[in-house]
C-alpha cells in the first residue's frame, strides 16, 4: 500500500504563503489521481486540488475556492506532490490531506473524497492574526 506523508503546514498570517508537500512512499506514476482535500473544524472533508496521471498528461484541477492562488506540481523523481499556497485567507484553515488512486481520475476524484484509496495523516494549516 502506498504511504504518502504531508508536511509544510503551520500557522500563517492573511495573505501569507506556505508550501505543502506530499511524499509517497514509492511511484505514483501509475495512480490516476493525486489530490489535496482539507477539512475545517466542524466541516466536512473537502476537495482542493489535484494533478492527473501520465495517461490524462497530469492536468491539475482546482475547486473555485482556491484558483488562482494555489498551484498543485509533481516531480516523480522524487515521488513528491506539492501545493502551493498564497494569499492565504483564514477561511483556508484546515487539516490538508493528500490522497491518491490508481482508478479514479481528478474530474471525479476532487468530489468523491471517499473514493480516493491512499491517504496521508494530514498537516494542519492556521491561517490567522
Known amino acids: 500500500q502506498l504511504q504518502l506523508v504531508e508536511s509544510g503546514g503551520g500557522l500563517v498570517q492573511p495573505g501569507g504563503s506556505l508550501r505543502l508537500s506530499c511524499a509517497a512512499s514509492?511511484?505514483?506514476?501509475?495512480?490516476?489521481?493525486i489530490a489535496w482535500f482539507r477539512q475545517a473544524p466542524g466541516k466536512e472533508r473537502e476537495g482542493v486540488s489535484c494533478?492527473?496521471?501520465?495517461?490524462?498528461?497530469?492536468?491539475?484541477h482546482y475547486v473555485e475556492a482556491v484558483r488562482g492562488r494555489f498551484t498543485i506540481s509533481r516531480d516523480d523523481t522524487k515521488n513528491t506532490v506539492w501545493l502551493q499556497m498564497n494569499n492565504l485567507m483564514p477561511e483556508d484553515t484546515a487539516i490538508y490531506y493528500c490522497?491518491?488512486?490508481?482508478?479514479?481520475?481528478?474530474?471525479?476524484?476532487?468530489?468523491?473524497?471517499?473514493?480516493?484509496?491512499?491517504w496521508g495523516k494530514g498537516t494542519l494549516i492556521t491561517v490567522s492574526s
Open positions: 494533478i492527473d496521471g501520465t495517461g490524462d498528461g497530469f492536468r491539475t
Open positions: 490522497a491518491a488512486d490508481r482508478i479514479y481520475t481528478c474530474n471525479y476524484a476532487l468530489t468523491k473524497p471517499d473514493a480516493m484509496h491512499d
Open positions: 514509492h511511484s505514483t506514476l501509475d495512480y490516476s489521481s
